[in-house]
């Protein structure tokens, strides 16, 4: 499978993005960071874990590609009080529920929810001092324009953070391949990609690479969860969300990563 | 009533050991996890059937692990 996809569904989240909303809250992630003693999975502290992984600092002016409704972009910009974020998403649905909470929360003067595709960017090179991917390059059509354009819009010593469900680059054979397209067909993306992969088109980019690992201490509950609900007249049943993406017997050989770079200060 | 929170529910979904303390005695297997449920929420799971919740698991999901991703 090459770099370059051509199926794509930009209209995905304009259908869906509603029923996530109501589902999943304004964190569209698959996987949250277990946080806490006892460790749970709460979104607001999976995002902060998140962002202190990537190396994010007070004062950073921040890419959010693929920002969804904005869910991560309010927690950061509420924790940092000195962060501004521009966020990208290809979905007007978005784009709109995002700038509406943005203003809701106050941080209009520092959120920003932009319509655009994060493989060509509508901003000057050299802006950003952090870029990030939470769960988005699956939607990519074309990873290494993804990376290089997060290359040029970084400044020199300007860091990339990736945090996705990968496809595990261990899986082969035709029912692996079966359950990712499956898998890829459910959540309307292109094409989930590789770790490998996806060091390979950063470091063909100009990125220098510092870590590429599988998340150990990520959780599904709250995914699983949101599907179903369980009350003592009904037991236990699908929800809206259950209804329209759970899949029984779909169990794609997907892994949780996280991929962290840099821009050098000299090419 | 407050709905069940879906991290529980999920947590249920995918350790059955988890499950079974939960619908046996759910104060006792939320102490120390880090859940907070009301009384209506604990009353909703002290009266669901254990028996049928692992059929409804059963017949909704089939082998749990497929469940993870949807």
Not at chain 1, 94 to 99: E, G, K, P, T, Y
Request: aromatic letters at 8%; a negative charge.
């Amino acid at each position: 499978m090459g770099l370059t996809s051509t199926r794509s569904d930009s209209g995905f989240y304009d259908r869906w993005t509603e029923l996530f909303l109501r589902g999943f809250g304004p964190v569209f992630q698959a996987g949250m960071v277990r946080t806490g003693d006892p460790p749970r999975e709460d979104p607001h502290q999976s995002v902060l874990a998140l962002v202190e992984s990537a190396g994010l600092r007070n004062g950073d002016r921040v890419l959010d590609a693929g920002c969804g409704v904005a869910g991560p972009g309010i927690i950061v910009a509420s924790h940092y009080s000195d962060v501004a974020i521009e966020g990208v998403t290809d979905s007007a649905s978005q784009a709109s529920i995002a700038r509406r909470e943005i203003a809701a929360a106050g941080l209009s003067d520092r959120v920003r929810a932009h319509v655009a595709d994060y493989q060509r960017l509508p901003f000057r090179s050299g802006l950003f001092d952090q870029v990030l991917f939470f769960e988005s390059t699956g939607y990519a059509t074309d990873l290494h324009a993804t990376y290089e354009e997060a290359y040029r819009v970084l400044k020199p010593g300007g860091r990339l953070y990736v945090k996705d469900v990968f496809c595990a680059s261990t899986s082969s054979g035709w029912e692996a391949v079966e359950q990712m397209e499956r898998f890829d067909r459910l959540w309307g993306c292109v094409r989930s990609k590789t770790m490998q992969e996806s060091v390979d088109a950063m470091a063909g980019a100009g990125f220098e690479v510092t870590l590429c690992a599988p998340m150990a201490d990520i959780g599904t509950n709250r995914l699983v969860g949101s599907m179903f609900q369980l009350d003592d007249v009904t037991g236990l049943q699908l929800t809206e969300l259950g209804e329209a993406f759970f899949r029984s017997g779909l169990n794609p050989p997907i892994e949780f990563g996280e991929i962290r770079a840099f821009r050098p200060l000299k090419a | 009533m407050e709905q069940i929170p879906p991290e529980l529910i999920g947590r249920a979904i995918q350790d059955s050991d988890f499950r079974r303390r939960l619908l046996a005695d759910p104060e006792s297997a939320v102490a120390g996890e880090g859940y907070e449920l009301d009384e209506d929420q604990i009353r909703t799971l002290r009266e669901l059937d254990p028996e049928a919740i692992d059929d409804a698991i059963e017949a909704l999901i089939g082998d749990v692990d497929a469940a993870k991703w949807g």
